[in-house]
């Protein structure tokens, strides 16, 4: 199942442009493989009360703004599209960001194409610790569930680990022959696993720093994980493997290969074949949510792999995603749109976009619960109020 409705995109500004009268700005749509339709808003001001008023082209219909947010519906298609400004754009870093990961406790780590680490308040901007140890970019960078002990891995070929409290860095995991592109944490940490440009997804000890097992190997460069959880229960005989008796991996691979496979059995489930790289993958509730090269979202059920529904609403490469609650998931991507989706029937026709970027690529995603971070290529961080966003969705 498809879903054929356009892309709704506005000036990255528009915020600011409702503050003023006799102000204008742009917004367009566009539909997967067509030519887009640019159109000008104006402001001015209502007569009857002296308050801003936003008048749009006949194709869109106002429904109702603050500072923060401005709601409108395009009329052709029937799509309401909610616009949410950033609550704050931080700048720690000077150069591109790669990733970024917020704890529930306010504190966030990030890296940056300038080999930069850095934790720091996402409340005040301040940086608190520059962790320094790998030997080139990284590419992801997580919490553990306690908000004080930090992952990060990339072009060097390991992971570390991190106190989000001291910098101290106690352990360092070695093994992977080239960059790891993506981790995931298993339960508390006491294992995670990592995936590589070598092909391999291994299985750590973080405790004894070793490498427990080959999960997956020689599949060509995996570029993206995510952990599940099955009600296929095995039993595990190491002491040193915790957590994963029920847990499914599943990864996205250059060559577009969907793999899902029971960790405790070491065993393959399924594989799927999509038509370009998969560049991110999530779990929202029994689905895989895949972002693909060539702009395709694709879901899969998460049983046996049988795809359930596509969106191509863009052409422009997934580069992030995230899962949301209530069956809702995040969309980052290349030419800098970041889009709310809700896998619920009754949203098939809503659309939030995180605006702020001016067109420079969403890298990565977070979400502690209250507040949702996007990574950007321009070297900010934006952070939105969910509260902003939930809104739209009931």
């Known amino acids: 199942m498809s879903n054929a409705v356009p892309v709704i995109t506005i000036q990255c500004d528009w915020n600011d442009v409702v503050k003023l009268p006799k102000e204008e700005g742009w917004i367009s749509s566009k539909y997967y493989n067509e030519s887009s339709v640019h159109d000008k808003f104006r402001t001015s001001v209502n007569s009857a009360d002296g308050k801003i008023k936003i008048d749009f082209p006949d194709s869109y219909q106002y429904i109702s703004h603050s500072n923060l947010n401005l709601v409108i519906k395009h009329v052709p298609s029937g799509l309401k599209v909610a616009f949410i400004a950033p609550t704050k754009a931080h700048k720690v870093h000077d150069k591109a960001v790669l990733s970024v990961n917020t704890a529930e406790n306010a504190l966030a780590v990030s890296s940056c194409e300038g080999d930069k680490l850095l934790v720091w308040d996402s409340r005040t901007s301040e940086v608190q610790l520059d962790l320094k140890g790998h030997g080139g970019p990284v590419y992801k960078c997580k919490f553990f569930p306690s908000g004080i002990v930090i992952i990060s891995a990339g072009a060097d070929g390991s992971c570390r680990i991190w106190s989000a409290e001291s910098g101290i860095n106690p352990v360092t995991l070695k093994g992977h022959k080239m960059s790891i592109a993506d981790i995931s944490i298993i339960e ?21 720093s070793r490498c427990l097992d080959n999960i997956l190997e020689g599949h060509g460069p995996i570029n993206c994980c995510a952990i599940a959880t099955t009600k296929d229960v095995v039993q595990v005989e190491n002491e040193r493997e915790v957590g994963t008796s029920n847990k499914l991996l599943v990864v996205g691979c250059e060559s577009g290969e969907v793999i899902c496979t029971h960790v405790a059995k070491r065993e393959e489930l399924f594989r799927k074949q999509v038509d370009s790289p998969c560049n991110a993958c999530i779990v929202v509730g029994n689905n895989i949510i895949v972002g693909c090269s060539d702009g395709k979202i694709i879901q899969l059920n998460l049983a046996n792999g049988t795809e359930t529904r596509r969106w191509c609403e863009s052409a422009n490469p997934v580069l992030s995603t995230i899962t949301l609650p209530n069956q809702m998931f995040a969309v980052g991507r290349q030419d800098g749109t970041c889009t709310i989706i809700s896998l619920q029937e009754a949203h098939k026709s809503i659309r939030v976009q995180l605006t702020g970027s001016d067109c420079d690529g969403i890298r990565d995603i977070s979400f502690n619960g209250k507040w949702i971070l996007t990574a950007c290529r321009d070297s900010f961080i934006r952070k939105y109020d969910f509260n902003q966003i939930v809104v739209h969705y009931k």
């Open 188 to 208: 508390k940490g006491r294992n995670i696993i990592s995936v590589s440009k070598d092909g391999s997804a291994k299985l750590w000890d973080v405790g004894e």
